[in-house]
């Protein structure tokens, strides 16, 4: 290690007068003939090192040569050269130094070095310094990328002696932070070692942790009497406590060969099956061996007999963990490194635990946002007008299917989804409208039977989407410029499809608002949602209206299933998934109100994230407590968070 | 005016007969005990038909009779399900696990009998050990009770919650849709502790019953009949009284009910508990037939499929529900089974696998639109009863109140 | 004469809108009282907070000879204790006969227990028949009640609370939509009911206010105008700024 290290300095001296001194590789490699000819892992460390510290010009073609398996030894002189194959029986050979083709020889007359894989790793890491030199930065980056994947003690000191030199100031950055890494990891002396940890405390880079978590890896261990010295102790463990249970200690005992093993029951069984004589273990019948107190007592006496090894009772147990002490230690011998490791690990996971609740809130965040669209739609047929459609989830689906065939006949995503959107919308106000001419309106006044009529509009659409594009999922692909994500840190990060969706659903928003406060549809809507016959007394034809709004409602249905199928897979299914969650949302929110439903969509999609969080492996059980949690909401809210008051609502 | 209550009643009996003609019809023509016309499975399907007949009447009761859309209803009768089929295959594995421990030399004991059973119902989730709700699987009588105290349980929970704050119309379908949702995907987990969407399987071999599937169908189809016949019986005796006249007025006009000093959540919630119970009841006797149950069983459709059965027989009368969920739930197996002769149009083959949904559904708007009344108003035209003239007014100011063409003079 | 309800202090804010305004009311055993004001003056809406419909801001509702507080109870406790109402729209159960409708209403117990095991007595059946006679619908006791005419469903209605033998009877604008005939019988019928318990009726018209005969109660923007006989309220300045003038 510490050879290396000066072996590091030699190389950056002999770096800098390489150009002047144009030392030659051959005699060097002549030098150690009989070492490189039959290398081994044992003695091929001091061979390596002065090649590489040799500073010749050619060191590095040498090396990357030899791993690669193509240098030949002349057998008439022993020189080495690189060898071409030119056909099967003869070589080209070619002079390091000189560069020269020195001549063809056959098979025959040379040897190929064939160094195993571990002298190969050997001459990988002092390859690396040569690549963290190369004068292309994009060999350099590979070197530290193959680096950061495989560290080792080896590759601290090549590493070192590169960052001086390094022009590219993001590598340099980017060598200077594997060096502390490195240096944490690998360095020999603990206070350097401690400084680096108090230098990298509080980075939330995920090398970080990977670098200082195996420093503070815990083994359990056992010794009879005291705690050995000369163990970096983490804590000292009492058998019989929670974390510990004295079964635990007993088998670590046991695992360590320092206590015979427990008689299992299936052991036990066995042995008393083997001993069977005459229809009687241990002088017991066979047939009473059906209750544990039976079969202890059978294997008690086969015990005494001296047929099988005595069974351990609690007693002995327990005298075998008193004689013992139970402790953790650290992999790491050297106490401070530990010490200002777990200290910095502390620190980290706090500034980790706050990023990550950051990240959950984004993630929350667009949660809500697909909510929110996917509810919107709702928020104006069922919040405006009071009309339930159950098969609001498969206008969402049409939204999605429309932006799949777009998809199909203009090839360019781009452009695609500018064309899908108002196709969707198109074709979604349509269904609307005609489903509110044909069904709805005969139903106005009747709530449940809309309901169910709804309903069965909806089972027909699943099925007929089946029945035309299949069951299974198609593809709605994003634009390129939707791929990738926002990167913050190594652990907050938001994808930008659900930035867009974001966006989109704040567009939804002011959409909605403008259409609703300040054109005369959304006059209308309100005048006729609240008094029909008075505003039809008021020159206001509501049949037209409702037919407006309803396909309005619809139309953005649509558009948001061009959103959501970017994300979601579109099958005929696609609607099932939104359907009760929207009307939750609506009716969380508060019904008539669209602040209501923003909020309610805010509501869903945080306590949804955070039972995620609480229980990150269950899904299924987030959507049940979730539902569960709203059924109990709506006992303290029942008209929702934002509560319209008035007697339309109640009487 | 006082007369029994079959007098007053005579679709009751007329019913009855049905059933019971029925009953012995199937039995004669069954491989099992009669002349082999009718095929195991066809008992089966007409078993499993009778008890969704019975869930239907109990949905009846609570749609049509007191106007509460519950879209719950399903998940009390695949609860029942769910109850009756730990017994079975806490049994069966049993029975299992004993004869193949048996084998060994040494007699098993207790503990490694039910470590067998754990290992054998709960190996496909990961798991060998007993969740708590399989505390009394051991025990038929316990069992039978919690196939009725489970949903029962819940029905009283949710209802009391729901009810006390006073949701009613389409929030109540919507959250009673909500409470299905939850629970079929709680009891997709894997640690639901009643194997995921593995379900629970084998339910048609009844533990140490030797006879055949040709019988035992059999003796479930008369079960199903029994307890539909007695299901209508007894909901007809309430519908008749004056519980029935209290529960109509919830439906037209809840409010009025409440002010003649009617606790209208209790009524609502004593309707509601009890038929979820008769729900869970059909359930327990329909999943034996069936041989399997699984959440999906569960899912928030099921439940509104049921509401399409009693609306397409006509709700608000008990034989209504029955002729309809008969009627849609055997056309349905004859038009997905495959059944079905195709319709070919040249250009196109109407294959009824794929478009029987579609003709459902549209069916069902039609039913809704255009004949309320259902395939009981075929029972109006019969006895020439007359929908009152109302000018489009409903018979009460509530979400659930009869609408003018649902009614009859 | 003993109080049987009183209301003192009460007020009502909806939305900001005060619709009864610091009210104070009381009623003893066996009065009859009318109740009237102007569109809007709150008279439904004391109603509303007597049975329980809707709760006051502030306030006291006492009731009965053991004071109870009627705000802490549920409108089916309320009209268990002994308060009918009647709507302002006629409310019956059209879907079932007048007799269903009277047998509903019956003084019986209200428990689901005891209704799922009632079956009419002899008793009551004549109860009804009684009844339907007072109310003139004898020969419609088998009939849907939701083929009656608007007049036959308010004396149905008034048929029903009396079958409920309340002690306070609320009646909102029995009179409304009838012909004068049946508004006459509609006046018997609350007179003949105030023998025996205390009426409020709420009504607009001056002419069946008169023939009611009674004590009178004037509402404006929910709180009393003034009180006493329809002589003296007619006579009030006040009265007649808010109801004529203006
Ligand atoms: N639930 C309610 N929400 C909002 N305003 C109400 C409500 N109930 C009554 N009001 C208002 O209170 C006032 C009194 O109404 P009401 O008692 O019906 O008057 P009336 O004396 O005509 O019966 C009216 O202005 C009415 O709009
Ligand atoms: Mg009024």
């Known amino acids: ?651 | 005016m006082q007369r029994s209550f079959i007098a007053k009643n005579p679709s009751v009996l007329i019913f009855l007969a049905c059933l019971a003609l029925f009953t012995l019809i199937v039995t004669v023509l069954s491989e099992g005990f009669g002349v082999g016309v009718v095929s195991t499975s066809f008992v089966k399907t007409l078993g499993k038909t009778l008890c969704l007949c019975l869930v239907a009447v109990a949905m009846d009761l609570i749609w049509g009779f007191t106007g509460i859309l519950s879209l719950g209803h399903f998940a009390f009768f695949g609860l029942g399900g769910y109850m009756i089929g730990m017994w079975l295959m806490y049994e069966r594995t049993r029975l299992i696990v004993v004869e193949s421990l048996s084998q060994t030399e040494i007699p098993p004991t207790k503990s490694e009998i039910i470590d067998g059973i754990g290992n054998q119902i709960f190996g496909v989730v990961g798991s060998s050990d007993f969740p708590l709700i399989w505390a009394f699987s051991d025990s038929l009588f316990l069992q039978l009770a919690m196939v009725v105290l489970v949903p029962g349980l819940l029905a009283l929970v949710f209802g009391w919650l729901a009810f006390r704050s006073r949701v009613t119309g389409v929030y109540l379908s919507i959250l009673t849709q909500a409470m299905t949702l939850a629970l079929a995907l709680y009891l997709f987990q894997n640690d639901s502790g009643l194997r995921g969407n593995n379900g629970l399987s084998g339910l048609q071999n009844l533990p140490g019953v030797a006879a055949s599937q040709d019988e035992v169908s059999l003796w479930f189809l008369w079960a199903s009949a029994l307890a539909l016949g007695l299901g209508y019986l007894l909901a007809a005796w309430v519908v008749s009284g004056k519980l029935g006249s209290v529960i109509l007025g919830i439906r037209d006009n809840e409010a009025r009910v409440r002010f003649l000093g009617y606790s209208v959540e209790t009524y609502k919630l004593v309707v509601f508990t009890f038929t979820a119970c008769i729900a869970a009841i059909a359930g327990a006797l329909y999943y034996p037939q069936a041989g399997i149950i699984n959440p999906a069983e569960i899912a928030p459709i099921a439940s509104i499929y049921l509401a399409v059965w009693v609306a397409i027989g006509g709700r608000g009368r008990l034989y209504g529900a029955v002729i309809g969920a008969a009627f849609v739930s055997l056309l349905s197996t004859w038009f997905t089974g495959g059944q079905a002769p195709d319709i070919p149009l040249g250009f196109y083959t109407i294959k009824w696998v794929d478009w029987w949904l579609v003709l459902l559904g549209l069916s069902f708007v039609a039913v809704t639109l255009f004949t309320p009344k259902g395939m009981g108003g075929l029972v109006d035209l019969l006895t020439q009863r007359k929908s009152p003239n109302r000018h489009g007014a409903n018979l009460g100011p509530d979400d659930g109140a009869l609408r003018e063409q649902e009614a009859s003079q | 004469m003993n109080t049987l309800l009183e209301v003192s202090g009460v007020s009502v804010t909806f939305d900001g809108f005060r619709a009864i305004n610091n009210l104070s009311f009381q009623i003893g055993d066996a009065e009859l009282r009318a109740v009237i004001g102007p569109n809007g003056a709150g008279k439904t809406t004391f109603m509303d907070i007597v049975t329980g419909k809707t709760r006051p801001d502030e306030g006291r509702v006492i009731w009965g000879d053991k004071s109870q507080s009627l705000l802490k109870m549920n409108e089916a406790k309320i009209a268990q204790a002994g308060i009918g109402r009647k709507f302002q729209k006629p409310t019956v159960f059209e879907d079932q006969t007048v007799q269903e409708n009277l047998l509903i209403a019956l003084k019986k117990p209200r428990g689901w227990l005891s209704v799922l095991m009632y079956r009419p007595s002899t008793a009551d059946l004549e109860k009804t028949a009684n009844l339907a006679q007072e109310i003139g619908l004898l020969d419609a006791l088998s009939r849907k009640s939701g083929e009656l005419s608007h007049g036959q469903k308010q004396w149905l209605e008034i048929g029903m609370l009396l079958a409920q033998e309340p002690r306070l009877l609320l009646v909102d604008e029995p009179a409304a939509g009838m012909t004068p005939q049946e508004r006459e019988h509609t006046t018997d019928l609350l007179l003949e009911a105030a023998k025996t318990r205390a009426v409020v009726v709420v009504e607009h018209d001056m002419e069946f206010v008169r023939r009611l005969n009674c004590k009178v109660t004037v509402l404006h923007e929910g709180s009393v105008l003034a009180e006493g006989s329809l002589d003296h309220v007619t006579s009030n300045q006040n009265v007649i700024d808010v109801y004529l003038g203006r």
């Open chain 1, 1 to 651: 290690m510490i050879r290396l290290y000066f072996a590091g300095f030699a190389l950056l001296l002999s770096c800098l007068t390489a150009t002047a001194q144009d030392a030659n590789i051959q005699p060097i490699l002549q030098e150690y003939q009989a070492e490189i000819a039959k290398s081994s892992r044992k003695t091929i460390g001091p061979v390596i090192d002065a090649i590489a510290s040799s500073g010749s010009p050619h060191a590095q073609l040498m090396l990357e040569t030899w791993a690669a398996k193509n240098i030949w030894m002349r057998k008439s002189d022993g020189l080495f050269f690189v060898g071409e194959k030119t056909d099967t029986k003869s070589y080209l050979l070619t002079d390091f130094d000189s560069g020269d083709v020195v001549g063809s020889y056959p098979k025959s007359d040379l040897k190929q070095l064939k160094p195993n894989s571990g002298v190969r790793a050997m001459i990988a890491t002092a390859l690396v310094q040569f690549q963290l030199m190369d004068p292309d930065a994009a060999k350099r980056q590979d070197a530290l990328t193959s680096i950061q994947r495989d560290p080792g003690p080896a590759l601290l000191a090549p590493l070192r002696t590169s960052i001086d030199s390094e022009p590219d100031p993001t590598l340099k950055a980017q060598k200077q932070r594997l060096e502390r890494l490195l240096t944490i990891g690998y360095d020999q002396d603990t206070k350097t070692r401690v400084d680096a940890i108090e230098d990298m405390s509080g980075e939330l880079g995920v090398d970080v942790r990977a670098t200082l978590n195996p420093l503070v890896a815990k083994t359990l261990n056992v010794a009879t009497g005291d705690i050995p010295t000369g163990v970096n102790v983490a804590a000292t463990l009492e058998p019989g406590t929670d974390q510990f249970s004295k079964a635990d200690a007993y088998d670590l005992l046991v695992a360590k060969g320092m206590a015979p093993a427990l008689v299992s029951s299936g052991d036990m069984r066995s042995a008393l099956a083997a001993n069977i004589e005459g229809g009687r273990v241990g002088g017991i019948p066979v047939a009473q061996l059906d209750t544990d107190a039976a079969r202890n007592a059978a294997y008690a006496a086969l015990a005494d007999a001296g047929k099988v090894p005595p069974l351990i009772t609690q007693a002995d147990m327990d005298t075998a963990l008193a004689s013992h002490v139970f402790f953790e230690t650290f992999a790491e011998p050297s106490a401070e490194v530990t010490t200002a490791a777990t200290d910095a690990l502390k620190a980290i996971n706090l500034k980790v635990g706050l990023n990550q609740a950051l990240d959950l809130t984004l993630d929350a965040l667009s949660l809500a946002s697909i909510y929110f669209l996917a509810a919107i739609g709702l928020a104006i047929t069922f919040g405006v007008m009071g009309v339930i459609n159950m098969a609001h989830g498969e206008f969402i689906m049409m939204g999605a299917y429309t932006g799949y065939v777009v998809q199909q006949i203009i090839p360019d995503h781009t452009l695609s989804i500018i064309v899908a959107i108002p196709m969707a919308f198109a074709v979604t106000f349509a269904a609307g409208v005609a489903m509110e001419r044909l069904v709805i309106r005969w139903l106005y006044d009747r709530p449940l039977e809309t309901l169910l009529a709804t309903f069965g509009i909806s089972i027909a659409l699943q099925q007929l989407a089946k029945n035309i594009f299949g069951t299974q999922a198609r593809p709605l692909t994003a634009p390129g410029w939707l791929d990738g994500a926002l990167v913050v840190n190594d652990v907050v990060s938001i994808s930008f499809i659900r930035i867009a969706i974001f966006i989109l659903a704040l567009v939804f928003l002011g959409v909605f608002l403008f259409i609703m406060k300040r054109t005369r549809l959304g006059l209308e809507t309100r005048a006729v949602t609240q008094n029909p016959r008075m505003a039809a007394s008021m020159g206001i034809n509501p049949g037209k209206v409702n037919m407006l709004t309803f396909g309005f409602g619809s139309g953005i249905a649509g558009i948001a299933g061009v959103a959501i199928g970017l994300f979601a897979k579109v099958t005929s299914e696609l609607g099932n998934d939104y359907i009760v969650q929207s009307f939750m949302t609506v009716v969380v929110g508060g019904v008539g109100n669209i602040w209501g439903t923003l909020a309610g969509a805010a509501m869903i999609g945080f306590f949804q994230k955070g039972i995620e969080w609480l229980n990150p492996s269950n899904t299924l059980a987030a959507q049940t407590y979730m539902i569960a949690f709203i059924i109990i909401f709506i006992q303290f809210r029942p008209r929702g968070i934002i509560a319209l008051k008035g007697r339309a609502v109640g009487d």
